[in-house]
């Protein structure tokens, strides 16, 4: 995985294969404490005790096509390089939170990358979850809910093409909304989501 | 862009819909999105399928997402299932065959065998 957002690409569908209907994703980037928060939420059928403590053991998965499942070991370890943290809470039948907190200037953290292009791909595959879509830069931010999105439709199912041209403009403009004035930490460096000297 | 604008998308949508509800005539496009999928570019190849067949409008195709189909080196796998004919599966995928596959595939119905999986092999 080169980008963090194929790591919450991956992550959610975790969350979808769980039977979750809803899924809140949350990217949270604080240069004042230099810390790059990734939350994933989901109310599917979560883990026992036992299963969530192996969860981020490579050698352990539930399916059964072969021993080996990488998705949450890779997403731990890209935390944990860049001195961050990782955290997992599970409850049988009631849900998994997944939590990275990555230090935002490491020289080891991966660029957030295509966060919009993720979150397109997740609402066009699957039209019947909810995705509760919140980025926090500093102290603005910018949120999609699909809850909101599918109230307005009505009928008219949220992954026609009409609609997700729609949802492109509208990540797009939350974008621009979230650099726009350019929000400057203590130190003066802006923050976007590009990786420092990537600019 | 306002949600505003949306509801008046989805009236435009409602005018149009129930001509392609249902067709059983249907081609499924469908991406490998597991681990192994994403991490070998998958992404950017459903995201460049759907808006190929959104600018050219073609109404009889659904892409969607799947598992795991266990052949992980060849990914990003994309198959192809047109009711009455074969399976194809394209391997070793990119944004840039998956503009072929549409053009070539999709719309002119010519599978493009060099990114078969018959031709990987």
Redesign the interface.
């Known amino acids: 995985m080169e980008e963090l957002s194929l790591h919450i690409l991956d992550l959610a569908q975790n969350s979808i294969a769980a039977g979750a209907d809803q899924v809140k994703l949350t990217v949270e980037e604080q240069p004042s404490n230099d810390t790059l928060t990734i939350t994933v939420l989901d109310n599917g059928c979560g883990m026992s005790a036992a299963q969530a403590e192996q969860a981020a053991d490579p050698f352990f998965t539930t399916r059964h096509t072969r021993s080996i499942g990488l998705g949450l070991p890779l997403f731990k370890m890209a935390a944990e390089l860049t001195g961050g943290s990782f955290s997992l809470h599970s409850a049988k039948g009631k849900g998994t939170q997944i939590r990275g907190v990555f230090r935002l200037s490491s020289i080891d953290r991966m660029p957030l990358g295509d966060l919009n292009g993720t979150l397109l791909l997740l609402i066009q595959c699957n039209p019947s979850t909810d995705f509760i879509y919140t980025r926090i830069c500093g102290n603005r931010n910018f949120e999609l809910d699909t809850r909101r999105i599918r109230r307005i439709l009505g009928e008219v199912p949220i992954n026609r093409p009409e609609i997700t041209v729609f949802l492109r403009k509208y990540l797009k403009e939350g974008d621009l909304e979230l650099k726009g004035g350019v929000y400057l930490d203590e130190s003066g460096r802006a923050c976007s989501n590009q990786r420092q000297g990537e600019k | 862009?306002s949600?505003e604008?949306?509801?008046q998308?989805?009236d435009?949508?409602?005018s149009k819909?129930n001509i392609r509800e249902a067709d059983p005539n249907n081609i499924r496009v469908l991406v490998g999105?597991?681990?192994c999928g994403?991490?070998a570019g998958a992404?950017?190849v459903?995201?460049t399928l759907?808006e190929e067949?959104?600018k050219r409008?073609l109404q009889n195709i659904t892409?969607?997402?799947t598992?795991?189909i266990?052949i992980c080196q060849y990914e990003p796998i994309v198959e192809v299932l047109e009711p009455g004919k074969e399976k194809v599966t394209y391997v070793n995928m990119t944004p840039e065959k998956a503009v072929r596959v549409v053009s070539d595939h999709l719309v002119n119905g010519n599978v493009v065998d060099a990114f078969t999986i018959g031709a990987a092999e």
């Open positions: 862009m949600l604008e949306l509801a998308i989805r435009k949508v409602r819909m999105m597991a681990t994403i991490a992404r950017p459903l995201n759907v067949i959104q409008s892409v969607t997402q598992g795991c266990g």
